[in-house]
């Protein structure tokens, strides 16, 4: 399986519009791959909050119609990132939109851990609830992609639901800030690890709302070695996956036969 993922920088002084055509060609350039991803609330950016509302639209909005058709165009499975979601009650939800290559939404998920604590995403938008995962086929390929959104990559049970579902392939798209990228790369590699799955994380590059992104997108296969790496700037990083290499580790080191699940929390002394 060939992966492209698109890091694409967020320039303040580009608008959404723009930033959507520009998305949708580069997607246009990659086909002949097989999975294209975008990252995190590239339309608006990760931390531009106070452009949430103004930018927020439905899942069958403009940036719907734009990715749909560029999947279409190129004939690729499309990660297309996640937008702000104004859902019909009104509520706001950071959510991830997955295209067939016919240009079909085939699953979206809504992310489940928000970040900011007691601010910015925490406090704007809803939370989603369920585990999503996306089987893919295609010339003679099957595999399983587990959906989640740049801080879900902190929470280790989310990941092992995902695997539970029959997960091969987790895909992050993220906002991830440049001053905490160790963690990024750390932990990107963790989850293929301790999963024994590839990671194909991709992140944005450029500056939202005054915080400089981590660009920095990276690739771990199931043994967690790096097999590709974005720098700072914008970049379209293109990997060929061998879809194989995952149930040869999990049957060359049985790990994950080992959990031991259900155990009771000791007594409180």
Request: with cysteine; proline share 5%.
């Amino acid at each position: 399986m060939r992966a492209s993922l698109i890091q694409i920088a967020v320039d303040p002084h580009e608008s959404v519009d723009s930033r959507r055509r520009r998305a949708a060609a580069l997607v246009r350039e990659q086909a002949g791959a097989d999975l294209v991803v975008l990252p995190e609330l590239w339309p608006v950016g990760a931390f531009a909050f106070e452009a949430f509302a103004e930018e927020a639209e439905a899942v069958d909005g403009p940036t719907f119609e734009a990715m749909a058709k560029a999947a279409g165009d190129a004939e690729v499975w499309l990660h297309a990132g996640s937008i702000v979601e104004r859902d019909a009650d009104g509520a706001f939800y950071n959510t991830s939109l997955v295209f067939s290559p016919a240009g079909e939404l085939v699953r979206t998920y809504r992310k489940i851990h928000r970040f900011g604590f007691d601010r910015g995403e925490a406090t704007l938008m809803s939370a989603g609830e369920e585990l999503v995962t996306v089987p893919l086929s295609g010339e003679g390929r099957e595999t399983v992609l587990g959906l989640a959104t740049c801080y879900d990559l902190r929470f280790p049970e989310l990941f092992r639901g995902l695997v539970d579902a029959g997960a091969r392939l987790l895909v992050v798209p993220a906002g991830w800030p440049e001053r905490r990228r160790a963690h990024w790369t750390l932990l990107a590699q963790a989850r293929a690890v301790e999963n024994q799955s590839y990671v194909l994380a991709c992140a944005t590059a450029g500056t939202h709302a005054g915080v400089e992104q981590s660009g920095h997108s990276i690739v771990v296969d199931p043994w967690g070695e790096v097999l590709a790496e974005a720098g700072a700037d914008e970049e379209i990083l293109t990997v060929d996956l061998d879809l194989s290499r995952v149930e040869r580790t999990r049957e060359q080191f049985p790990a994950l036969k080992d959990r031991r699940l259900g155990l009771e929390p000791p007594p409180h002394r």
